[in-house]
T-cell receptor, first 112, second 113 residues
C-alpha cells in the first residue's frame, strides 16, 4: 500500500473551513483514499473515502487531484469538537487480504 | 445500539503474564481487525480476520495471538513473548475486508508493570 505524507499539525479558527492536505504520490490505480479522525484516547472514526472523483457527505468533502497523487479533506465549518488527529490512508480494495497503514496523521487544533 | 465493544477500558498486568483483550461486535460484520497504537504514533495492524475461523497476520503479529470462533468475537491475547506490550489496543470491524469503512471500538489501554 502507498505511503502518505501529512503535515504534523494545523490550526483553524472556529467557523472557518479546515483544509487538510495529504500527499500519496505512489498511489496505485486500485487504491482508495480514506480519511479517519481520532479524538484523544478514543477509537478512530471514519469520515470519507474516494477513488478518483470528489466526494461529499454530511461530515466533510474529499477533493482528489486528477493525477491522484494528493488529496484534501475539507471540513466546511470547523467547530471545537473537530479538534482531533486526522489520518489519511490509502489502501487496496477487494478480498484476499489487505493492510491498512495509519501514519502519524495531522493534529488539527480548532480555536475559538 | 449496534457497535463494537472492548473491555476493559484499562488493564494492568504483571510482566510475564499472558492477557486476553475482548472485542465484540453486533454489526454482523464479516471482517475484524486488531491495531496497536503507541503514544503520538499512528495505528499498526496486528491481526485481521476476513471470516469466521480465518485470520491473517498484520505488520506486527509477533507476540500476539487471536481466534475467530464466532462472527461476533475476535479476542486478542498478548503473550509474554511480546517485548513491549504496554500500548493502546483498538479493535475494528467492517462489512467485508477491502474497500469498506472500518468501525472502531473505544480501545483498551494495557499497562504491563
Amino acid at each position: 500500500d502507498a505511503k502518505t505524507t501529512q503535515p504534523p499539525s494545523m490550526d483553524c479558527a472556529e467557523g472557518r473551513a479546515a483544509n487538510l492536505p495529504c500527499n500519496h504520490s505512489t498511489i496505485s490505480g486500485n487504491e482508495y483514499v480514506y480519511w479517519y479522525r481520532q479524538i484523544h484516547s478514543q477509537g478512530p472514526q471514519y469520515i470519507i473515502h474516494g477513488l478518483k472523483n470528489n466526494e461529499t457527505n454530511e461530515m466533510a468533502s474529499l477533493i482528489i487531484t486528477e493525477d491522484r497523487k494528493s488529496s484534501t479533506l475539507i471540513l466546511p465549518h470547523a467547530t471545537l469538537r473537530d479538534t482531533a488527529v486526522y489520518y489519511c490512508i490509502v489502501r487496496v480494495g477487494g478480498t484476499g487480504g489487505f493492510k491498512t497503514i495509519f501514519g502519524a496523521g495531522t493534529r488539527l487544533f480548532v480555536k475559538a | 445500539d449496534g457497535g463494537i465493544t472492548q473491555s476493559p477500558k484499562y488493564l494492568f498486568r504483571k510482566e510475564g503474564q499472558n492477557v486476553t483483550l475482548s472485542c465484540e461486535q453486533n454489526l454482523n460484520h464479516d471482517a475484524m481487525y486488531w491495531y496497536r497504537q503507541d503514544p503520538g504514533q499512528g495505528l499498526r495492524l496486528i491481526y485481521y480476520s476476513q471470516i469466521v475461523n480465518d485470520f491473517q497476520k498484520g505488520d506486527i503479529a509477533e507476540g500476539y495471538s487471536v481466534s475467530r470462533e464466532k462472527k461476533e468475537s475476535f479476542p486478542l491475547t498478548v503473550t509474554s513473548a511480546q517485548k513491549n506490550p504496554t500500548a493502546f489496543y483498538l479493535c475494528a470491524s467492517s462489512i467485508r475486508a477491502g474497500t469498506y469503512e472500518q468501525f472502531f471500538g473505544p480501545g483498551t489501554r494495557l499497562t504491563v508493570l
